[in-house]
């Protein structure tokens, strides 16, 4: 299993998800910048996630940003309405509940009849680098002073994240044995999408169907850029597949973030870094919990993070010098977009 020096977030089934300090790579001797950024590239390479404690993101910085979320999504719905989610090039905007299916599949007409039959219990609003041409985001700022406000926490929380993704790539960089900047001018554009969450109360008997399918917040699934920044409530819900093919729980820890890799991370590293299937369900009662007849809301905040659209994606340095490249180069804007397209 994991080095005794390596703490553990996770471990069952077989699946070791380690529990990092990164202020040791911010702030760190250059001994322990290199065994922290050694501890997160295993943690990649073995469980495709991990989490982060101490990552340099203020906690005042994230309750800001889970309150402003959730009185978001407490707006009238034709407000939400008029901030739709309006295609797969821009991926920003508000999308309702059931509109969106995440799944394994790829052809459109499998994934819109398991939307239909299974659809996922949640409603989102992506939020894109701002000043993109031709891709605006969708601010409730027109409608209120309270929205001119959220518009100004999300983008502070865009930047600080932004500069998260840069300094853990530069930790799988130096990980990896190249130089730590290796990966900055594929981060410094912040092609990246912050994406709000709200996973609506539900009644119990939602989750107990007697036709063979399991009703989920959000389908059994793989992330489809680099690496996903996932904040978490209390509530939990997280489950991650394990090499024993069962799903874990990835219980929220306070103060941590749940970094995992996504498929094009997998695809750049040649498949040494892995991309693992995860799921929302609802969280299981914990000992002496009542919730009556309806589950409580969950809240969630994703950074998915990825490499500047305009970039060429190709095998990393030294992932393929004993093994062959397993993939052609894509452009990473392209290939993001096909996934998207797919999704919705």
């Known amino acids: 299993m994991a080095p005794a020096t390596v703490d553990s977030a996770v471990e069952k089934d077989n699946l070791f998800i380690p529990l990092i300090d990164f202020s040791l790579f911010l702030n760190g001797t250059p001994a322990e910048k290199k065994a922290t950024a050694d501890a997160l590239l295993k943690g990649f390479q073995q469980a495709g996630f991990i989490y982060l404690k101490n990552h340099g993101i203020p906690l005042t910085e994230v309750s800001n940003v889970f309150s402003s979320s959730a009185e978001f999504f407490k707006r009238p719905q034709a407000q939400k309405d008029e901030l739709e989610w309006y295609s797969a090039k821009a991926n920003r905007g508000y999308t ?27 409603e989102s609003l992506e939020i894109g680098r701002e000043g993109e041409e031709g891709c605006p985001n969708m601010w409730p700022d027109k409608f209120d002073e309270e929205g001119k406000a959220f518009k100004k926490v999300m983008l502070q929380f865009h930047g600080l994240c932004k500069g998260l993704h840069v300094e853990v790539m530069r930790a799988i960089a130096l990980g990896l044995g190249i130089d730590a900047a290796w990966f900055d001018s594929f981060t410094d554009q912040g092609d990246n999408t912050l994406r709000l969450l709200h996973y609506p109360a539900v009644k119990r008997d939602v989750f107990k169907r007697d036709d063979g399918l399991q009703q989920v917040r959000a389908g059994e699934h793989t992330d489809y850029g680099s690496l996903t920044l996932l904040f978490q409530d209390d509530r939990g819900g997280l489950q991650v597949l394990s090499p024993d093919k069962t799903f874990v729980d990835a219980t929220p820890i306070p103060g941590t973030i749940v970094v995992n890799a996504g498929d094009l991370l997998a695809r750049w590293s040649n498949d040494s870094i892995k991309s693992t299937k995860h799921r929302v369900v609802e969280p299981p009662l914990k000992k002496g919990q009542e919730i009556g007849d309806t589950y409580p809301p969950r809240y969630s905040v994703a950074y998915f993070c990825n490499p500047n659209f305009d970039k060429f994606i190709d095998a990393i340095p030294g992932t393929y010098e004993s093994v062959s490249k397993k993939y052609e180069g894509v452009n990473s804007g392209e290939y993001l977009v096909r996934r998207l397209e797919a999704t919705y």
Do not use: C
Not at 101 to 113: F, I, N
């Open 96 to 122: 309702a509940h059931g509109r969106e299916k995440v799944t394994q599949l790829a052809d459109k007409g499998d994934v819109e009849a398991l939307r239909a039959a299974v659809p996922d219990l949640k």
